[in-house]
């Protein structure tokens, strides 16, 4: 469930490295002073890549770090116990935890079978590449450290409906192949149509009309949730899982295990109406990610004072369907070095973070990195990479005016291209509060609050800048910002 002024953080970046669940145990109270109220953290299964995978390279859902299995106990984040331990913390602090699962494909096969599979052309999964052929496939998962335990389920082709790589006399050759199943020799169609068809992405692709791996993902996010004490889940990947599935999914999270569980979700989309009509296909069930307005904070960061401020908030998934929006700045996806890599510009993130942390409507995540910083290298194109996050130094501040000040009835004063600002008027308990950004040269914007700040003064919570500004018997006054910059006036 969202909390009033509610801010999620996502406690993690793709190149973390450490103890993330104890150093969150050390972290939470801090946290919970900022105003955080849900805390987003990676997956907690163990991975194919062992203590390298990040969660995503998913191979055994039930284990968390408790059974030696791909050369490991722990994950890359912890110990099962940590990781319990840390939502227990979180809990005692009031913050929720948004668990991050990965419904879509397995990795790290444990045995290999011999199968019918079809090559497809990558471009257009609808398109098939010369005659089906019998192959040996990583298809099969027994769990062999867990030994049966929790779950004796085992997965093999039928529990899949396709994969990337095969054995091919005696080579291991790459591309898409569908597996000929039991369920057919196409993919699911209720998946996005990008590509054709966008069922497969990546690993051992599950089959969601195989009957047996529902009823066994069911088991398992009961397990789950009764075990972790999760406040809610976090979806990846939903443009290539089964949206029938999905509904029947939380459909029973919600009937059958706990109401209030909270789910929200990456689909991948910059366009906002086809996040829209998602959430419809959906019945709103989950909550998603604004890409949309993400790029629109990655262009406005590059164009600076081209980009016109007014267009900020439009075409988002904030402006079509605020309800079910979750507004972002950064993630791990978007980073700098990753796939889909739109880094915004120093500059402008605390920009960026004043229109999602203040405005009415939105239900912000801010991103690990740009509240503590990071540094890590990677190899791109055999080259090492450097990179050096810095933190937001305004982001703290902007949390606490979040908490004390972002109440009320939100008035937009969008009416110059360089220079937008709007009013939280507040409400019988909460102080009010004028945001006023600037992307270029200019600094200042006359504005009339209206009778009810008639001779009240002003100052400028984030520090920028050093005036008072009082309104005139009509409630007018020039607001002033340094040059691409962000000011945050309050009442004296």
Request: aromatic residues 14%.
């Amino acid at each position: 469930m969202k909390k009033e002024n509610g801010v999620i953080i996502q406690f993690f970046h793709w190149y973390y490295e450490g103890d993330l669940w104890n150093e969150f145990v050390e972290k939470a109270e801090s946290l919970s002073k900022l105003g955080i109220s849900a805390v987003w953290f990676p997956p907690a299964n163990k991975c194919a890549l062992g203590l390298e995978g990040r969660g995503y390279d998913i191979y055994d859902s039930y284990d968390l770090g408790e059974f030696y299995q791909k050369g490991t106990i722990r994950t890359r984040y912890g110990t099962k116990n940590e990781y319990l331990n840390a939502i227990k913390k979180a809990h005692e602090h009031q913050i929720s935890v948004y668990a991050d699962i990965v419904l879509n494909h397995r990795m790290g096969a444990d045995e290999k079978e011999m199968i019918s599979v079809q090559q497809i052309d990558e471009e257009d999964r609808t398109k098939k590449i010369g005659e089906p052929f019998h192959t040996e496939v990583q298809t099969r998962f027994t769990f062999p450290g867990r030994k049966g335990i929790y779950s004796d389920f085992i997965w093999d082709h039928q529990c899949f409906s396709g994969v990337d790589i095969i054995e091919k006399k005696g080579k291991k050759q790459k591309g898409i192949f569908k597996i000929h199943n039991d369920y057919g020799t196409g993919w699911n169609n209720s998946v996005s149509h990008q590509f054709g068809n966008y069922d497969y992405l990546m690993g051992a692709d599950i089959e969601y009309r195989n009957p047996e791996v529902v009823r066994e993902m069911k088991n398992w996010i009961r397990w789950y949730i009764e075990t972790t004490k999760a406040d809610g889940l976090r979806l990846d990947a939903l443009k290539h899982i089964s949206s029938d599935f999905l509904e029947e999914f939380i459909h029973y999270i919600k009937t059958e295990i706990n109401e209030d569980i909270y789910v929200m979700g990456e689909f991948w989309k910059d366009d906002p109406d086809k996040i829209t009509n998602f959430s419809d296909r959906m019945k709103n069930l989950i909550s998603l990610f604004d890409a949309p307005l993400h790029y629109n904070f990655f262009n406005a960061s590059r164009e600076k004072s081209d980009y016109d401020l007014r267009s900020i908030l439009k075409n988002t998934f904030l402006e079509k369907n605020p309800v079910f929006s979750v507004s972002f700045v950064e993630n791990h996806d978007t980073q700098p070095l990753q796939g889909l890599e739109s880094a915004i510009e120093e500059w402008f993130k605390p920009l960026a973070y004043a229109i999602i942390l203040l405005s009415e409507k939105a239900y912000p995540c801010i991103f690990y990195a740009d509240l503590y910083g990071a540094q890590y290298t990677d190899i791109i194109d055999g080259k090492e990479q450097k990179i050096i996050i810095p933190k937001v130094e305004a982001l703290p501040k902007l949390l606490e005016a979040r908490q004390k000040f972002a109440y009320g009835e939100q008035i937009n004063f969008f009416d110059d291209k360089n220079c937008i600002a709007w009013l939280r008027k507040g409400n019988s308990e909460k102080n009010s509060c004028l945001v006023i950004l600037s992307n270029g040269k200019v600094d200042r914007k006359k504005i009339s609050l209206g009778s009810r700040f008639a001779k009240q003064k002003f100052r400028d919570f984030l520090g920028h800048r050093n005036e008072i500004i009082e309104c005139d018997e009509n409630g007018e006054a020039i607001f002033t910002v340094h040059p691409e910059s962000v000011s945050i006036w309050i009442l004296i």
